[in-house]
């Protein structure tokens, strides 16, 4: 199957940056969309950034302009670069990746395990 490991995450004072790292390991054939998404406590997950195969980047209005989503197709990684941090961003971050595996015929999303991010003003 898939594994998604996800790193970089930890404690930060507000206006610090971070950079989270997630790479996908395992059968893997393709991968298209990669994306961030968190979820803080008594929160529903949300969005952060994602970004497509070519490099089209979508991101949420709360964190657009301070963070920068990118990829490496040859490594399966993808990463979430994110400056200027606020107390708002703490949330434990969840990586997804859409991947092809082998003898498959679909694609589907699989997640990584969260790597919490807290940001103390």
């Known amino acids: 199957q898939v594994q998604l490991v996800e790193s970089g995450g930890g404690s930060v004072q507000a206006g610090g940056s971070l950079r989270l790292s997630c790479a996908a390991s395992?059968?893997?054939?393709?991968?298209?969309?990669m994306g961030w998404y968190r979820q803080a406590p008594g929160q529903q997950r949300e969005l952060v950034a994602s970004?497509?195969?070519?490099?089209?980047?979508n991101y949420a209005d709360s964190v657009k302009g301070r963070t920068t989503i990118s990829r490496s197709n040859a490594k399966k990684t993808v990463y979430l670069e994110m400056a200027s941090l606020k107390p708002e961003d703490t949330a434990v971050y969840y990586c997804?990746?859409?991947?092809?595996?082998?003898?498959?015929?679909?694609?589907?999303?699989?997640w990584g395990q969260g790597t919490q991010v807290t940001v103390s003003s």
């Open positions: 395992g059968s893997i054939v393709g991968i298209t969309d």
């Open positions: 970004i497509t195969t070519s490099g089209i980047t």
């Open positions: 997804n990746q859409r991947v092809l595996i082998t003898d498959a015929w679909r694609y589907r999303d699989y």
